[in-house]
Structure formats: C-alpha cells, structure tokens
C-alpha cells in the first residue's frame, strides 16, 4: 500500500520492486525551484496557479531570507516570485504557463530521445 501526502511520497508495507519503480518515477521528474520568501503572496498565488501540473515536476521552494540563501536574496530580492526549471532561470514575477508547458515538453522529448 502507498499513499501521496503533499508532495512527499511515503511508502508503507510495498515490495522493493515498487519501491524502486516510485523511486524512479520521481526521480524521472523535473525540478521546479521557487525562489520565495514568507510573507509571499504573490508566491502563494503562483502555486495555485501550479497546482494542476504538480504531477509534472518536483516543486523545490528556496526561502531566499535564509542565511545559507544570501547570495539568492542579492540576486531575487525585488522579483520573487522566481522560477529555475531543472537548475536553469525561467520565469519571474508570475507564472508563465504557456513557457512552462514548452519547457516541460521539451525536456520530456529530450528524456524520450535518450531512452
């Protein structure tokens, strides 16, 4: 048996080979890096407006006020909301779903073209 909680994948009472298989999967899965800070609302609306492709990728969040975050908070401090897609910037201020549906296929042809 398994189960989804948020975003984190918690496996209980399934075989290795399963196991395996959802480790594979989301690790298959491209990372999408937020760049935020708290209070963000215009981050919090940026995840509503994620939420219908979540499935698509690995949402990692990046508290730019942190101290190990420094050098993020120089760089994103009057754009937050920013968005990496697998290391590498892709948009600001507001969701592009248009630019963040191209880049998704794209790195989805790439992955179909190397296996």
């Given at each position: 048996?398994?189960?989804?909680q948020g975003r984190t994948?918690?496996v209980?009472r399934?075989?290795r080979p399963?196991?395996?298989?959802?480790?594979?999967?989301?690790?298959n899965?491209p990372?999408?890096?937020?760049?935020?800070?708290?209070?963000?609302?215009?981050?919090d609306e940026?995840?509503?407006?994620l939420?219908p492709?979540?499935?698509?990728?690995?949402?990692?969040?990046?508290?730019?006020?942190?101290?190990?975050?420094?050098?993020w908070?120089?760089?994103y401090?009057?754009d937050?909301?920013?968005?990496h897609?697998?290391?590498?910037?892709?948009?600001?201020?507001?969701v592009?779903i248009?630019?963040?549906e191209?880049?998704l296929?794209t790195?989805?042809?790439?992955?179909?073209g190397?296996k």
């Open positions: 048996m398994f189960w989804i994948l918690q209980a399934c075989s399963l196991q395996r298989l959802l480790s594979e999967a989301n690790a899965l990372v999408l890096t937020l760049f935020t800070k708290n209070p963000c609302p215009l981050c940026a995840k509503v407006v939420e492709y979540k499935h698509k990728f690995i949402l990692q969040e990046v508290d730019i006020t942190l101290p190990d975050h420094s050098s908070f120089e760089k401090k009057y937050i909301p920013v968005f897609l697998n290391g590498q910037f892709l948009m600001k201020h507001r592009d248009k630019k963040l191209n880049q296929l790195l989805e042809l790439q992955d179909d190397n």
